[in-house]
């Protein structure tokens, strides 16, 4: 009996064991994931690295909302302040980042490719986020960035403007010159935006870089005269958007889901209600030159007529701000499912070249290029020539004439032109101070007399890195120190 | 066992006898039929002899459960049933032997006596409680180390709730429990011990040995769909008992899974001792919406319309002669069409006119120049009381070969509190015991389960909580309703959906589930035993959401609607083989098991949507217009463990438990995949062991015990990969946010408690302490990593939780007669503390949950866990008042705060129960102290200005100085009017006035019941019938949260993400209820 007893529990031990040990072979397929390739084409993640980009700087909320009404062009009536919220500032850091990493991602996959001319187009992209990401927080992370991965940096810390705009030219002319030198490989199905034309995304680069430069010109006129230059002296090497068809425009096909981000918030039929509308500025703007943009920028009003939300401290109780008073965004920009993000476009490389050439940064006639500008805008807004002709004419839009300088002019059409790229937009306002707005946001008005100078850092990038810089100054949460290339004096 | 039931066993049994192809039937017959079959040849065989009827009761008269009679020299024996009555068939002059665990064994002579009362001594000990330990092992309470809590089916089934969960709340010491909301379904949150890591704290729940899944609904501080926890699927009909492992000692068994604690659920059995048995319970519950928002009722919609505002006009415009009526019609609110064609019609906001002051304006519900007058029933108007009807039915049989038990419930609510919801759940359990030889039993357990919602509201931020919030006090939600019903979607604002429109979007449920096990034992030798058990759980589950084409949305866009779909499968199975012994040798009793499990899991789910259809409110994928959206996920996760236990006695004293388990996980990496985790446990009786005899200490037990257990993670989490969606057609991949690990270790917990059970006064009071000390290391988690870092997160080893706290359990019996009236006490407390000790290199925090609106919830090192992390007021240093600007108004910052802890700093229960002759009452009351939490509701509080806060002490009269130092720090002196200062856009940069204490008194159960005397009635076994509520009352709470008349227990959803965040819940429930419970 002892025995068997003894069998059986030997029997029960090996079956124990070799039920559970025996088994784990297997362990390593059954946690491979059935779900989710590890590696695959570099052109399809360049295709999220520009939706990620185009998400963020041309969604509602930063398009629109945020630096649309401290650009002067668009604003939230209602409340109609100037809003801050600790967790829509977080996505918005984060998205600018995370759209970096894709391209990063991207370009690594594409190196991986040998594909050097995806790998120049990602680069090209994360440099234009760069700049943008830049331009709106000031110092921000950038020559330590993006290497968790391959260097385990866990907090990168934090470059000043001017070097990350040094990092910028360089990584823009690294593409400009792989592109130059007949890089290889096809950009790809995810290539959402040139549909795979190299030639365009060449254009594109050297664009970006003569934006970076004349962002620069007044503080570091040196390097921004020897970018320009480069790119503007040897066009076959560097060949810039000339015409509309060279505009780097995110299409949409309006196919639910993938519509318009304007149109997702705005798309709408009959009375209008949406609290995103005109701003003041820049309906004055145009009314103050007759420009034919103006019913394609704004719809009328629900009484009729043009006008725009004004800020200033009495911006609840001003009847013009009532709700029927005022113009919603035109159709061309937000009721159209197939619309487009306009991440650049021609008519802004021709300003910068007028401005360049009226500044000296380059010789070359800087008339023939701001009428350029403002004919590229128009055109690609469907005005008639016979109208361009018009407001060319105009008093204060026609050169020489009226009594605004040249230079002003340049700066306002070339604000104007880049409605729809608020962040851009709100920038030149920054650099310029053209069109000069001193009415800032009721509960901002008896402390400021211009509008935000930057977004607040992400409260998540303070606890999250202890590199954040202690330095930092924010002051009523929009103010502080200006962007370093912001030279306006007697603002606050 | 009456006349009836054995009639009902007889034509069972002719049923299956009369049936000419019985045999070639037989092969088909289902685990029911093989029952029923044996019922009916136990009945048939043992109804020649006498039968004897009776109770086994204890000194006190108390019945004792599941005693054991024995005809001595037969093998004829019975089991008592668990109010000690049994039934044996033997011959006058047989001797029948009784044991009970924990009592003196008595035998007696059978006479002519057929019914008969046997009271049992009890043992010296006076501690002969059973408890189901880990792996569904019954032990005697005495020798455990550690602290165990057990809760009979009476405690879930007396005051019945929806979810099982809610039922433990303040009944089990150390345990939480948060009840997701009033929504039908929704889901409830348990905690014991507090929590452990950043996320995932809850127990596991275990049926009759096997595990089951509680997949909670984890709703962010937004809220959503709660779609329940799946352990509410548990019908608590079908349990006997339940009993709660707290620590890692206790579940160190159970390995990974148990870092929590367990609850272990045994169901039902045939009563033993019955030969046939019918039973019948039946509930109506009626849960009745009763906390509700503190609205006010003197200010209606719009803008500039309190009489503050107009005295300031009229000031500013010494000519004027306006009257409030015609200012308030120019200038504060007149409605033409909604869209902002009148004044102030397009926004609704309570800063508008007086109400019942015999002003007249234009209006939607009652036209042009109608009284303006408040609505004060307007939010309640929109609610209704819900109904919930259970009937359980279950039949019994026992026979001395096989006993079963078969039982049917239907649950059903066929309108929740908010229109179209409701829910309903048919469930079958069946068990049988089959014991074919001395040496071999078979048991099997079966329940399944069909659950259906038309509809389960969204909770927190979308749904009528936030839209009441943002309405007009004058709104007549009873107009809306006549709108809706003659109308459909029409609504006072274009672009807003009628409220009664939009709850029929509806978010469909399907769940049918199984889960069971079948295991055999053989006894090898009277010492040795082998055991096998195969268990599984599975559910398929459907969630469909549709939203109806005539949305406000919808219409603008036009739209044909949208749907979403998400079929999932879930499987567990789990086989254990065990071998179990138990040997004497002279004063020391060894016994232990020792043993083999494997594990299996699979998740899969795929989803399909629509974002536009063709054929409008055709929700099906073929018909849609554009791109569909598709989905599928399917997860696979394996653990193989080999674990042992072994447990000595010596002389019934001093007892010492020592366990051993080895797992092996398939998501860890190959050279970390195997972990071993220790136990050992002591216990000691220091009245045995020392002799001592006293009347005032009965019984003494010092326990103390020390484990360790380790965990794995889920699958594929070892390699990155990218995420595909589509544009356009095109496939776009996402690269992974999370980093993913170098060289991933099990987590580690790591515990140990202290604790001891007393007994006093002759055992009229028992006292159980425990202190425990657990920490957890190398945690499984995400951290969050600066996005610039090129990811978002980093899965690796990291941080360091520690939980303390003290546990106490005192019972009293405060009156104790025979005859006449019983009183007990019983109290629970726990105080808890779980700090974050470390994080991860110089990480500052981690995050526990995004939370809303900018506040979320961290871990911060040195802190306890769940800071809520927020928006403070700007204060002056020196006299730390608010600051205000130059305006009157607070100053905003973005520099974020810690508000203190989630965490409550301890929880309690009391009950007292009495009886008397055969009517019992008992009354619990649950209470919390402490614990913070985000109030969305109280956050728009003021901006709507639709709550009583923004009315008080006549601001709307008088204007307001807001209590506070202008920037120069001298005090503020400007006036300002009630909507500058609550309706400005400051207090969307400050989440610190709605940080609010979670403390409360609950009532949260009373039980009347009364037992009929049914020893007349030969057919009728019992008959026992209950009022009963839940939810009675909130006895206390904090007057943060009472100004807002929140409850401040809601969290939302069940998982770790809601905890902290109010976001406009649904008003809680009363529920009252009426039970009925009959045996046959």
């Known amino acids: 009996m002892k025995k068997i007893t003894t069998i059986k529990l030997l029997v029960a031990v090996t079956l124990i064991s070799a039920l559970t040990i025996g088994c784990t072979k297997k362990f390593d397929s059954i946690n491979t994931n059935p779900n989710a390739p590890t590696v695959v084409p570099a052109t399809n993640v360049l295709a999220k690295g520009i939706l990620s980009s185009a998400s963020t700087l041309f969604g509602e909320r930063l398009d629109i909302y945020y630096t649309g009404s401290y650009a002067g062009m668009t604003a939230a009536i209602g409340l109609g302040d100037y809003e801050y919220r600790v967790d829509i500032n977080n996505s918005m850091w984060r998205g600018m980042y995370l759209a970096m990493s894709y391209l990063v991602n991207a370009s690594d996959l594409a190196k991986k490719e040998n594909n050097m001319n995806l790998y120049a187009a990602a680069l090209t992209l994360k440099a234009y986020d760069a700049q943008k990401t830049t331009d709106m927080w000031g110092d921000v992370p950038y020559s330590e960035a993006f290497h968790l991965k391959d260097s385990g940096l866990l907090y990168p810390h934090y470059d000043s403007g001017p070097t990350v705009y040094k990092e910028i030219l360089a990584e823009l002319k690294q593409a400009a010159d792989i592109f130059k030198s007949g890089g290889t490989g096809a950009l ?79 798309g709408t039929t009959g009375a209008y209600t949406d609290q995103y509308r005109m701003n003041y500025v820049l309906v004055n703007a145009l009314q103050g030159n007759n420009d034919p943009r103006l019913p394609i920028y704004a719809r009328l009003s629900n009484n009729g007529g043009y006008n725009g939300y004004r800020f200033g401290p009495n911006q609840l109780s001003d009847p013009n701000n009532n709700g029927n008073n005022v113009s919603g965004i035109g159709n061309r920009f937000s009721q159209n499912p197939a619309g487009f993000s306009p991440l650049m476009n021609a008519a802004e490389v021709s300003f910068i070249k007028a401005e360049a050439f009226q500044r000296g940064l380059a010789s070359g006639n800087a008339q023939a290029a701001y009428e350029n500008g403002i004919t590229l805008s128009c055109t690609e807004n469907g005005i008639s020539a016979a109208s361009i002709a018009t407001l060319l004419s105009q008093p204060e839009v026609a050169w020489n004439g009226g009594t605004t300088s040249n230079l002003q002019k340049i700066y306002l059409q070339k604000w104007i032109s880049l409605f729809k790229q608020s962040e851009e937009a709100w920038s030149e306002a920054r650099r310029t101070d053209v069109p000069l707005m001193t009415d800032v946001s009721k509960n901002y008005s008896a402390s400021h007399n211009r509008p935000p100078f930057r977004l607040a850092y992400a409260d998540e990038e303070k606890t999250l890195n202890p590199n954040f810089p202690t330095k930092v100054v924010e002051t009523d949460i929009f103010w502080g120190t200006q962007i370093w290339w912001d030279t306006r004096t007697g603002v606050h | 066992m009456g006349y009836q039931s054995e009639t009902v066993a007889l034509l069972f049994s002719k049923y299956i006898f009369l049936k000419p192809n019985f045999l070639a039937m037989r092969k088909t017959l289902t685990v029911f039929g093989m029952l029923l079959l044996c019922v009916t040849f136990g009945t048939t065989l043992l109804a020649q002899q006498s039968r004897f009827t009776g109770t086994v009761l204890n000194d006190d008269g108390q019945p004792i459960k599941f005693a054991t009679l024995q005809v001595v020299g037969s093998s004829v024996g019975v089991s008592a049933d668990q109010q000690g009555r049994f039934s044996i068939n033997a011959s006058s002059g047989q001797q029948l032997q009784i044991s009970a665990v924990g009592y003196e064994t008595h035998t007696i002579t059978l006479g002519n006596d057929r019914d008969l009362v046997i009271k049992l001594a009890s043992s010296e000990s006076k501690m002969g409680e059973v408890v189901v330990t880990a792996l569904g092992i019954t032990r005697s309470k005495k020798t455990l180390g550690y602290a165990v809590q057990e809760l009979n089916n009476a405690a879930l089934t007396e005051a019945a709730d929806n979810n099982i969960v809610n039922t433990i709340s303040g009944k089990i010491a150390g345990a939480q429990v948060t009840s997701g909301g009033s929504t039908i379904g929704s889901s409830s949150r348990i905690v014991i011990r507090g929590n452990a890591s950043f996320s995932g704290n809850q127990p596991l729940f275990v049926v009759d040995g096997t595990p089951i899944d509680n997949t909670t609904t984890n709703l962010g501080g937004g809220g959503g769909v709660d779609w329940g926890n799946t352990a509410a699927d548990l019908d608590p009909n079908d349990i006997e008992s339940m009993t709660v492992l707290k620590g890692a000692s206790a579940a160190a068994l159970y390995g990974s899974r148990a870092t929590n604690g367990v609850i272990l659920i045994t169901t039902k059995k045939a009563a033993k001792g019955r030969k046939l048995g019918v039973d019948f319970n039946s509930s109506v519950v009626a849960n009745v919406p009763g906390y509700w928002p503190k609205y006010q009722n003197e200010y209606g919609g719009g803008w500039d319309g309190e009489e503050y505002v107009y005295k300031r006009f009229l000031a500013a415009n010494p000519g004027s002669t306006l009257s409030y009526n015609d200012y308030a019609k120019q200038y504060a609110y007149n409605y033409v069409d909604g869209a902002g064609g009148g004044v102030n019609d397009a926004w609704p906001i309570n800063w508008g006119p007086r109400l019942d002051a015999g002003l007249k304006l234009d209006q939607w519900s009652t036209g042009k120049n109608s009284p303006w007058v408040s609505r004060p029933n307007n939010y309640k108007d929109f609610y209704s009381t819900q109904i919930t009807t259970v009937n359980n039915v279950s039949v019994s049989a026992n026979g001395d070969k096989a006993s079963g038990r078969f039982s049917f419930t239907n649950e059903n609510t066929p309108r929740g509190i908010l229109p179209n919801t409701d829910q309903k759940q048919n469930t079958v ?145 789990n086989y254990d083989f065990i071998l179990n012994f138990d040997k004497t040798f002279g004063a020391i009793r060894i016994d232990g098991l020792a043993g083999g499990n494997y594990r299996d899991n699979t998740y899969n789910s795929s989803t399909l949507g629509a974002s536009d259809l063709t054929v409008p409110d055709l929700y099906t994928i073929s018909n849609v217009k554009g791109t569909p959206a598709a989905s599928m996920f399917d997860s696979h996760k394996r653990t193989n463990s080999v674990f042992a236990e072994a447990n000595a006695s010596y002389k019934d004293f001093l007892f010492l438990g020592v366990t051993g388990r080895n797992d092996w996980s398939s998501t860890l990496p190959a050279n970390n995949r195997s972990y071993f985790y220790p136990s050992v446990s002591l216990g000691f009786d220091l009245t045995k062991g020392l002799n001592i005899t006293s009347d005032i200490l009965n019984y003494a037990k010092l326990r103390a015990s020390w484990a360790k257990v380790g965990g794995d993670t889920d699958p594929y989490q070892l390699a990155g990969t990218y995420s595909a969606s589509s544009f356009n057609g095109i496939s776009v991949f996402t690269p992974g946010g999370t980093l993913p690990p170098r060289d991933l270790k099990p987590q580690e917990t790591k515990s140990y408690e202290i604790g001891t059970n007393l007994r006093l006064l002759k055992n009229r009071i028992s006292l159980d302490l425990t202190y425990y000390d657990q920490t957890t290391v190398n945690q499984i988690i995400s951290v969050a990593t600066s996005t610039t870092t090129g990811y978002t997160g980093e899965l690796l080893n990291a941080g360091e939780v520690e939980n303390k706290g003290v546990e106490i359990m005192l019972n009293g019996k405060v009156l104790k007669n025979k005859t006449g009236l019983n009183w007990d006490i019983t109290v629970n407390w726990a105080k808890n503390s779980d700090m974050v000790n470390t994080l991860y290199g110089g990480l500052q925090s981690y995050v526990i949950s995004p939370g809303f609106g900018g506040a979320k919830t961290l871990a911060i090192p040195g802190q306890k866990w769940g800071i809520l992390w927020g928006l403070p007021f700007v204060r002056d240093l020196k006299s730390g008042k608010i600051v205000v600007d130059n305006t009157g108004i607070p100053l905003t910052t973005n520099v974020a705060k810690n508000f203190g802890t989630v965490t409550p700093d301890w929880i309690g229960g009391i009950n007292n129960s009495f009886q008397y002759k055969n009517f019992n009452l008992s009354f619990l009351v649950d209470m919390r102290k402490g614990g913070k939490f985000f109030s969305v509701t109280a956050w728009h509080s ?138 046959f």
């Open chain 1, 188 to 266: 790809g199905v995810g290539d959402l935006i040139y549909k795979g034309d190299v030639s365009k995304w060449r254009k594109f680069c050297n664009s970006l870089r003569l934006r970076v430069a004349i962002r620069m010109s007044s503080v570091d006129q040196a390097t921004a005269k020897s970018v320009i230059g480069e790119v503007l002296g040897d066009p076959t090497s560097y060949p810039v958007m000339a015409v509309n068809s060279d505009n780097a425009y995110l299409n949409f096909p309006g196919v639910t889901p993938d519509l318009e981000y304007w149109y997702i918030r705005l």
């Open chain 2, 429 to 573: 359990n069946t068990s049988f015991t089959l014991n074919p030889t001395d040496r071999l039993s078979l048991v099997g357990n079966l329940t399944y389960l069909v659950k259906h919602s038309n509809n389960i509201p969204i909770n927190g931020y979308t749904g009528v909580g936030v839209d009441f919030a943002w309405t007009e006090r004058d709104f007549d939600t009873k107009y809306l309703e006549d709108q809706f019903n003659q109308s459909g979607n029409v609504s006072m604002w274009p672009g807003v959906d009628n409220y009664f429109y939009y709850y029929h979007n509806n978010n469909t449920l399907d769940r049918d589930r199984a889960f069971g096990n079948i295991n055999a034992t053989y006894k090898i030798t009277n010492w040795l035993s082998a055991m096998a058990r195969g268990g599984v759980d599975y559910y398929r589950e459907r969630r469909k959401s549709i939203v109806q084409s005539g949305t406000a949305s919808n219409v603008r866009k036009k739209r044909g609607g949208q749907f979403t779909q998400t079929d999932i499968f879930t499987q567990e199975q």
């Open chain 2, 942 to 1079: 003021y901006p709507t200005g639709s709550y009583t806060v923004t009315t008080a002490n006549h601001v709307r009269e008088n204007g307001m100085i807001v209590d506070a130092v202008k920037q120069d720090g001298t005090p503020n002196d400007v006036r300002v009017a009630a909507e500058d200062y609550y309706g400005g856009a400051w207090v969307w940069n400050n989440h610190e006035y709605s940080i609010l204490d979670g403390s409360y008194i609950k009532l949260r159960e009373v039980i009347f019941g009364y037992n009929v005397n049914v020893r007349r009635i030969p057919w009728l076994a019992k008959l026992n019938l209950s009022v009963f509520g839940r939810n009675l009352a909130i006895l206390s709470q904090d007057k943060s949260t009472k100004q807002f008349g929140l409850d401040p227990e809601v969290g939302l959803g069940g998982g770790d993400y809601g905890v902290g965040f109010e976001n406009f819940q649904i008003p809680t429930t009363r529920n009252f209820g009426f039970k009925v419970s009959a045996g």
